[in-house]
């Protein structure tokens, strides 16, 4: 620039705003936090009207703990379901909730009272109670903060709670429908057992872990053996024969009396409550005899043990002999087994009081195969739930259930041998949680010669997921919801049985991922009767009574009195379950009706499963702000949880509200998967590689943590550390960097200035129609809960389409052109982003994109999220020109890369000092470039379009052929005000300038 020519720097159009580079999310966004606050805006868009509702339940996060990461990965998907919903045009509520009761706030004050030198069981109990209300509540305070920090809109002021009063009516008045359906009933079955915190758990409650066991090969004597009578013929009944028959029955009784059935178990503790042994009848058996031994055997020469000809080598190996050490004498027939009864290896025992010396039953049955063990199979009825099956259908639980193991998992005190051994210990040590039990059992089975091998074993286990202890099954009193027997409520339209009317249904839910439903419908078909009781305190009591005398299987045993129920939840709505606990409550609910005398009161509680799986009805089914279906039992839209809780929150609430409502409680299921570090390993306080929400918040923000939300496929396991959060954190600043350009380039936009989309250069039209394409793209998405494609499609659009190619070729016309048409058309395109792209980040970048709206409408009462997505025109999409300007775009391609060539090799400085020639050899794409100003779109001064033959040394891009470029540095003087070079630069009246910016100048 001479010393004569002007600055035209501030004639240019430039963009103007105050919006920030550097987010500073940590600190700006409790800002906007207490914004929202203030002017309502939850409460406001329940002002709406004419909006269908669209209800997202909420499955309750345990009051206990602080937030980890995947709870914001649930709070977040939720709030991106609700936020969008809301922003397409619903009324979408949220209603946040909390599960209050259970065994880990028990254990918390059983801790504070343990500190303090008090005894729980000492301790009134509704004075526990209300020690352990208290503490839910300090958590629920405190979560429920740590979620709004993460942006999560919803009724946080009225948010459920199961401990609420009406929460605990409504939860024991769903019980007491079970009670009157005649689906509920007292049974004494194998369940999974807590020694450790002493209470039956579900399946839910339960985790599968690596743990090493003791397992033992133990030996159960032939002590008795009748053969089956052999029949002959008139014509085979001679002599010879009858004495051949007396021979070989003879030689066969000889062979199996006194042998061996030899089982294998990787419990010993169940030895002492053994009851039969079962075989397979598909299964071939020989017998097989010692003839040699080893030093350290405990098998002697001449044994004979009968096993699974499948196994056999296999369990002589164990027993350490050789091949060579053992032979098969012959063949044992599954008649032959049937004549059999066997004595227990601790038979007879000295000491043994006579516990085990009654005959074992031997039979076969089903659950037998010869994959891994002998091809036998140890009872144990109390502690294995196939054996109580097996025995429950043959009438004979009696004669084989036992009471060996008490709820701290000790054996009873007067079991000899073993009486008090632990199969657990109260507190592991050395990271074990193995008792003396088995090692008691081990011992007294290899004095009394009863073992043939041991060894250990390393397989996957059940272990309680609060205390991480291993689980016992065992026998014990439980309260359980018959699950096929009809429910008689006439409500039959999916099935008469709770198992019948939860398989229908979920075949009328939508699934995301699909094989939710394949999993979820499997555990279906498959489980047992629902356990429904749990042996603490801090829960809704199994509000029922028993007659006193009676047995379970006794038709008067239950009081079903409607009167009673209904004084029960009178007092519950105004009391809380607390009143159940207060001195006169039998009398109280029992009423003039029935004699107080004559009945006992349950003291068990309900399943926290039970509890929440009974939100539908107090929240959905009773709140204002629950579900507006028309009918009396709410039914929400979706539940979101992850995917554990197909054995959780999905499976109990199912089954609670076909047995009360004979239907779903929700029309579609979303699953997410686990949080896992950068590696894919689970997360762990012991390996050091946890990422708490907190952190990622007081580092990068909240919006950063829900923007790697929308990144990942949340249907898998999701991973997140230190190098992917800065990922994350790069590709929102590149967004950022998006909306900041629209924002100072509208900075001056004026209403009237707005131009018909028909008036615009084909560039606009062009942006128009991928609007109207991304526009039912993130409403495909949202509505499909794919808000990774969703996310994934603005962010290209944004940062690729947008910032890398429209802005980029526009920002010459924006700021150079003055008010021409195609500036104003351009200022037009980008108002009309603006609004789009800020209402389909919001549900996601509810921050930063409420931060975009106030800085171009601000006001005390504005609001993004007051805002829904505009509505697109259909007119906008135009296929014919999308075709033209992919044309135009790949010819770029080559421009581009050609002109980089260049500028790497310092020949050029800028793109606008070339006028390449580019060489194109399809007819109809040269057509299409020269109908456009193809130098503005490569951002040359100039540029020549020409259907030559290429030369040999034109650059060249393999994925776009037929095209070839020329490099032409460009002719004439640099405009001083648009930098362009160009021949007729001051040859105008303002000096230094082309001819475009002269008229813009005036």
């Not at 868009?45 to 309750?60: N, Q, V, W």
């Not at 995947?70 to 379901?81: F, P, Q, S, T, Y």
């Not at 762990?684 to 918040?697: A, D, F, H, R, Y």
Request: proline share 5%.
């Amino acid at each position: 620039m001479s010393a004569e020519t002007p600055d035209y720097k501030d004639t240019l159009n430039l963009p103007k705003t105050d919006f920030p580079m550097r987010a500073g999310l940590p600190k700006r966004e409790p800002e906007w936090l207490d914004r929202w606050a203030r002017i309502g805006v939850y409460d406001r868009l329940r002002e709406k009207e004419g909006r269908t509702p669209f209800t997202l339940h909420d499955g309750p996060p345990y009051a206990n703990g602080h937030l980890h990461i995947g709870h914001a990965l649930n709070k977040i998907l939720k709030d991106m379901i609700v936020r969008s919903r809301q922003m397409m045009g619903h009324d979408a509520r949220y209603i946040p909730g909390w599960d209050c009761h259970g065994l880990p706030i028990e254990w918390k004050i059983e801790e504070q009272y343990r500190a303090k030198g008090l005894d729980k069981d000492k301790v009134d109990v509704v004075d526990f109670r209300q020690e352990c209300r208290k503490f839910a509540e300090g958590w629920v305070d405190i979560q429920r903060e740590e979620f709004q920090r993460l942006g999560i809109t919803g009724n946080w002021a009225e948010p459920y709670l199961t401990m609420n009063f009406h929460a605990e009516r409504v939860i024991a008045e769903e019980f007491m429908k079970f009670l009157m359906n005649g689906t509920l009933y007292q049974g004494s079955k194998p369940v999974m057992w807590s020694p450790v915190e002493e209470t039956a758990l579900a399946e839910a409650e339960v985790e599968y872990h690596d743990k090493e066991s003791p397992t033992i090969w133990v030996k159960f004597r032939v002590a008795e053996f009748e053969l089956p009578d052999i029949v002959l013929s008139d014509e085979e009944a001679t002599d010879e024969s009858r004495e051949a028959v007396a021979a070989a029955e003879e030689k066969v009784s000889a062979d199996l009396t006194g042998a061996h059935v030899v089982i294998w178990t990787t419990t010993p503790w169940t030895i002492p409550s053994n009851k039969a042994v079962v075989y397979g009848e598909e299964i071939a058996y020989g017998l097989y005899e010692v003839t040699g031994t080893p030093e350290e055997c405990w098998a002697e020469v001449g044994d004979r043990f009968i096993l699974a000809d499948n196994l056999a080598a296999e369990v002589m190996g164990r027993a350490r002999l050789e091949e060579g050490q053992y032979r098969r004498l012959r063949d044992v027939r599954h008649s032959q087994l049937a004549g059999m009864r066997l004595s227990h290896p601790l038979a007879g025992a000295e000491g043994g009081d006579g516990e085990w010396d009654d005959l074992r039953d031997f039979r076969a049955a089903e659950f037998v195969t010869d994959t891994e063990g002998t091809g036998f199979v140890h009872c144990a009825p109390s502690h294995g739930m196939e054996e109580y099956e097996l025995y429950r259908d043959l009438g004979m639980l009696e004669q084989v259930i036992t009471y060996n193991v008490m709820d701290d998992g000790s054996f009873r005190a007067d079991l000899p041998f073993f009486g008090g051994k632990r199969i657990l210990r109260a507190k592991a040590k050395n990271g074990s949680w193995e008792g003396d039990a088995n090692a008691a059992v081990i011992a007294k089975l290899t004095e009394v010669g009863g073992l043939l091998a041991r060894g250990r074993i390393k397989h996957s286990y059940p272990h309680s997921w609060r205390s991480k202890a291993p689980v016992i099954y065992r026998n014990t009193p439980q309260w359980f919801a018959a699950i096929d027997k009809p429910v008689g409520d006439g409500q039959d339209e999916n099935g008469t049985t709770i198992r019948e009317r939860a398989l229908t249904c979920i075949d009328k839910v939508e699934w995301t991922p699909k094989s939710g439903r394949n999993r979820l419908h499997s555990m279906m078909e498959a489980r047992p009767d629902w356990v429904l009781s749990r042996q603490r305190a801090w829960g809704v009591p199994l509000t029922c009574f028993v007659k006193k005398g009676a047995l379970p299987t006794d038709p008067g045993f239950l009081l079903r009195d409607e009167a009673v129920n209904a004084r029960i939840a009178e007092a519950f709505e105004a009391e809380g379950a607390d009143a159940w606990y207060l001195e006169g409550a039998k009398e109280r609910f029992l009423g003039a009706d029935h004699d107080p005398a004559e009945w006992e009161q349950v003291f068990d509680i309900l399943d926290v499963w039970f509890d929440s799986g009974s939100t539908h009805a107090f929240v959905l089914r009773d709140r204002a702000d629950g579900t507006e279906d028309g009918i009396a039992d709410g039914i929400a839209d979706v539940y979101l949880e992850g995917t554990d809780q197909h054995r959780g929150w999905f499976h109990s609430s199912l089954l609670q509200s076909v047995g009360t409502t004979g239907h779903a409680p929700y029309r579609a299921v979303v699953t997410h998967g686990f949080t896992l570090d950068e590696k894919g390993n689970k997360m762990s306080k012991s390996l050091g590689n946890t990422i708490l929400p907190e952190e990622v918040v007081e580092q990068y923000g909240a919006d950063i943590l829900r923007l790697w939300v929308a990144q990942a496929d949340f249907t898998a396991d999701q991973r997140i550390g230190p190098e992917i959060l800065k990922g994350v954190a790069d590709g929102y600043r590149r967004l950022r960097n998006t909306m900041r350009f629209l924002l100072g380039s509208l900075s001056d936009f004026r209403e009237e200035d707005r131009v018909a989309p028909e008036d615009m250069p084909e560039l606009e039209r062009w942006v128009l129609h991928r609007l109207a394409e991304l526009d039912e793209r993130v409403r495909t998405g949202y509505e499909s809960y794919d808000f990774q494609g969703a996310f994934q499609a603005v962010f290209n659009f944004a940062t690729i389409e947008l910032s890398a190619f429209y802005f980029d070729i526009r920002k010459d016309a924006l700021y150079c052109d003055g008010e021409t048409l195609r500036a104003k058309s351009a200022r037009t395109v980008l108002d009309l982003l603006f609004h789009r792209l800020t209402t389909w980040l919001a549900p996601i970048l509810v921050f930063t994109m409420e931060e975009v709206w106030l800085e171009r409408f601000p006001g005390e009462d504005s609001s993004v999220h007051l805002t829904d997505m505009p509505e697109t025109p259909a007119s906008w999409r135009d296929p014919a020109l999308a075709e033209k300007w992919a044309q135009v775009r790949a010819a770029r391609r080559v421009v581009t890369a050609a002109l980089e060539v260049q500028r790497t090799d310092k020949v050029i400085g800028a793109s606008l000092e070339a006028a390449p020639v580019v060489h194109v050899e399809d007819a109809a794409m040269r057509e299409a470039l020269q109908s456009v100003a193809f130098e503005d779109v490569c951002i040359t001064s100039d540029i020549t379009l020409t259907g030559d033959p290429a030369p040999a040394e034109a650059y060249r891009l393999p994925e776009v052929p037929g095209v070839g470029v020329v490099f032409e540095k460009a002719d004439g003087e640099k405009c001083q005000r648009c930098w362009k070079i160009l021949p007729d630069v001051g040859t105008h009246r303002h000096p230094g300038v082309c001819g475009r910016c002269d008229e813009a100048l005036g």
